[in-house]
């Protein structure tokens, strides 16, 4: 869950990862924070080019993480990316 502000789209607060029966090693807690900073490098690349449009974000925030995460377990689970306007 990605919190941005209705002004400008910028996060407000750290994203939010939930996982389901995916993350059970004992690097999860690495792997969550890694998945919290490719959110947000994410969110502000689009921040930096202008982008605006909520699908857009929700690509992109989509794309890094499933990115990574193949890259790192060579699994790709389901990635819902949540953007609350606020």
């Known amino acids: 869950v990605v919190t941005l502000s209705s002004w400008d789209n910028s996060m407000l607060a750290d994203p939010e990862i939930l996982t389901r029966g995916f993350v059970y090693d004992k690097e999860a807690e690495a792997r969550i924070e890694e998945l919290k ?50």
């Open 37 to 86: 900073r490719d959110t947000r490098e994410s969110d502000e690349a689009c921040e930096e080019s202008g982008v605006k449009d909520w699908s857009a974000i929700k690509s992109r925030i989509k794309s890094n993480v499933s990115g990574y995460l193949y890259k790192t377990t060579k699994r790709s689970p389901m990635i819902l990316p949540l953007i609350s306007e606020v």
